[in-house]
């Protein structure tokens, strides 16, 4: 009988735990966990880039308004999908999560789509360094299944790419 896709995924949290089980890689996961907490760090970014950068004032803020919006859209899609956080005992879970609801990670959602559409503002790729960092701390923390991180950041990635396909307010 062949594993069911809840085991391997299982299978990969318990690896990934297993090769980063070091108290501070345990805390770096838990800074960017708070950090990525409702997207606020991105939204700040977004508002400090239209701030900062005058001329493209507008481009910065629809690209912040598109992080607000792939963020709350993950969170309406985890109550339409209704997976379960990760739950088995072997599994270390060190942080707390706001609901149960697991699948699409909203810190990987709101990572990519702030990593792609700054990037693009800031024409420099080092934000999408962002992306599978904040992914992999989502699974090392043990309150996702990498299904998850990978949905967030797919959709993450659509809205993204959507906010920065017109940096000078062109359709």
């Not at 700040?44 to 709350?72: C, K, M, Y």
């Not at 990037?119 to 999408?128: D, F, H, I, K």
């Not at 701390?137 to 998850?148: E, T």
Request: glycine share 10%.
């Amino acid at each position: 009988m062949s594993p069911s896709v809840n085991d391997c995924e299982v299978a990969a949290v318990l690896g990934i735990q297993s090769m980063t089980a070091s108290p501070r890689v345990w805390h770096g996961a838990l800074v960017l966990s708070h950090a990525g907490e409702h997207a606020l760090c991105w939204i700040a970014f977004g508002l400090a880039g239209a701030v900062l950068d005058p001329p493209q004032r507008r481009p910065w803020l629809r690209a912040t308004a598109a992080v607000v919006g792939a963020h709350a859209l993950s969170v309406v899609l985890k109550r339409l999908v209704r997976r379960h956080r990760p739950s088995d005992p072997r599994i270390q879970v060190r942080v707390g999560a706001p609901s149960r609801w697991s699948c699409p990670s909203s810190h990987a959602t709101s990572t990519t789509a702030a990593a792609v559409a700054y990037s693009s503002l800031l024409g420099r790729r080092y934000p999408l360094f962002s992306i599978p960092v904040m992914m992999a701390s989502r699974v090392i923390l043990g309150v996702h299944y990498p299904s998850d991180v990978l949905a967030g950041g797919f959709l993450g990635g659509v809205v993204g790419r959507w906010a920065g396909a017109r940096p000078n307010g062109r359709s």
